[in-house]
């Protein structure tokens, strides 16, 4: 007697054993990495964790020409996200968002305030030498009394005004803006405000110098101070500036050192310095040292920057996130659960195992990336995974309804496993690449936490395929082989008032 076609089992029938076998490898493997590395949590974000974010507008400094391009502002970012790493600030991150003159910086640091990296990152980090022509009491006074007698060259009675006008005893009038112009002479205070200046023109900017650290005096072991080194170009002009004022009487014999339009310090010239070394001290503790040799190793900005809105994320409300962005899985989950149950019966034990492993891997994957790449998990990328859970889900219903459309058609169901994989793979495959490639159009042309999707996104559809063609296949052609699936019982979900099959009795023939 012979066997109908469409009984016959497909010769491309896979080797379960050997598929899962390899499953199971890869996921000891994952395992093993996980403890090898020492990734015990998953690195989570600014919304999550808590912490504090800035937006940084940019602009034209004075005295300068150019304009706010994009080309400027993808610089800007790289100069920043280096000194916010150097500054050992994990899981930070720095975004330009918006187009052409609207663009902005958004920086990001979670955890601690942040306050020490916001206040440094938006600096322009010019670095610039001035000579003093007019040094005095921090303290405004009258034009009157605070004028001088005989104003050195390069100071103006306007620019007299202004020095008298000034109070260096207010907060306010210490907030560095790098808005200076290096081609003018400068009015400002020292940092601390224990003195007022007037300063001439700068002669040395911060584009002559090639190297800045922070040092501690060897002798005392204490006393912390910024060590330059000028290329040969910043040499010369130092070189040149030094032996001049020499010669000069106090306070003209003073250079200052100005970073973003403040006098870090202003030490007196005793000698000529012409070998491209200088020192910056004024009482330096080893966080302000070390946080001005980075601003200045990596740089000047192209651009000055007003400080826009200063974001703080309280640890409260980011765990409240989590909490309701893992809710919101859980509940997702149990649901397509259910679901799968009610509807499919004794398949939906394939749907439960396809989903533990999809998220076991998940997880660990989670884990590395965090501790390889730095990846942190956001509110948006929670928001990724959930969705992937709909996307699992739709693969393996996909093949669920070919294997119940086989068997109603009158294959067997090792047959009906095999066929329908064959008819329904090439739909898992299209529609888990259609949310691939989205995935990751959104990620190279979005910003900030959309890319936490698009990454969470297109990372959890890479692993349903993983799963579909390592865990669910195999799965099911190992259960059509166990009786309570092959024979229909009412609970495998493959019994005829599943599937829809009207089985007709056979009507007796009466002899006449």
């Keep these: 007697m012979s066997t109908s076609a469409q009984s016959r089992t497909p010769k491309t029938a896979s080797n379960p054993a050997r598929t899962l076998a390899i499953l ?81 910086i958004v920086i990001s640091v979670p955890g601690e305030t942040g306050r020490r990296v916001v206040d440094l990152v938006g600096q322009t980090a010019e670095l610039r030498f001035r000579q003093v022509l007019v040094e005095g009491a921090p303290g405004a006074t009258p034009v009157a009394k605070g004028a001088v007698a005989t104003p050195p060259a390069g100071v103006s009675a306007a620019l007299n005004a202004q020095y008298a006008a000034l109070d260096c005893t207010k907060v306010s009038n210490r907030q560095g803006n790098g808005s200076d112009n290096p081609n003018q002479p400068l009015v400002t205070c020292e940092k601390l405000g224990t003195a007022k200046y007037i300063l001439a023109p700068a002669e040395v900017l911060g584009a002559d110098i090639s190297k800045a650290s922070a040092s501690i005096n060897q002798t005392t072991g204490s006393g912390w101070y910024v060590l330059l ?7 010369k002009k130092f070189g040149a500036l030094t032996t001049r004022v020499t010669k000069l009487p106090a306070p003209t014999n003073e250079v200052a050192i100005v970073l973003d339009g403040l006098v870090q310090s202003a030490p007196r010239i005793n000698e000529a310095i012409t070998a491209g070394n200088a020192e910056i001290t004024g009482n330096f503790s080893q966080a302000d040292a070390t946080d001005l040799a980075n601003v200045l ?71 590395l990336f965090g501790k390889w790449l730095g990846f942190t998990l956001t509110l948006a990328g929670i928001a990724g995974a959930i969705v992937s859970i709909g996307i699992t889900a739709d693969s393996f219903i996909v093949y669920f309804e070919r294997i119940r459309d086989e068997v109603r058609e009158g294959r067997s169901l090792r047959s009906a496993v095999e066929t329908g994989w064959i008819r329904a793979r090439r739909t898992i495959i299209v529609a888990d690449f259609v949310s691939i490639i989205a995935a990751g159009l959104l990620y190279i042309f ?19 395929l993983f799963v579909v063609f390592l865990f669910t296949k195999p799965i099911v052609t190992t259960l059509a082989k166990v009786k309570f699936y092959n024979s229909g019982h009412p609970l495998s979900g493959l019994s005829p008032k599943n599937l829809g099959v009207v089985i007709v009795a056979p009507t007796a023939v009466k002899e006449a």
Excluded at 229 to 235: A, K, L, V
């Design 24 to 104: 199971a490898a890869v996921l000891v493997a994952l395992l093993s990495l996980v403890f090898i590395q020492g990734a015990t949590s998953v690195k989570l974000g600014l919304d999550l964790r808590g912490g504090t974010s800035v937006t940084l507008q940019p602009r034209i400094a004075p005295g300068t020409s150019g304009k706010v391009t994009s080309a400027a502002i993808d610089q800007a970012v790289s100069i920043i996200r280096q000194r916010v790493n150097s500054l050992g600030v994990a899981e930070s991150e720095v975004t330009a968002q918006g187009s052409g003159a609207n663009r902005q």
């Design 229 to 235: 080194t000028f290329n040969d170009n910043g040499t």
């Design 297 to 367: 190793k990596y740089g000047a900005l192209p651009l000055a920057f007003d400080r826009g809105e200063v974001q703080q994320i309280s640890p409260t409300l980011g765990a409240d996130q989590l909490h309701a962005g893992l809710l919101a899985g859980i509940i997702g989950l149990i649901l397509v659960l259910l679901y799968s149950l009610l509807y499919y019966r004794g398949l939906g034990v394939v749907s439960f195992g396809s989903l533990v492993i999809a998220g076991s891997i998940t997880y660990m994957l989670f884990l």
């Design 446 to 464: 979005a910003v900030g936490g959309v890319r936490g999707f698009a990454f969470t996104l297109g990372l959890t559809t890479l692993i349903d």
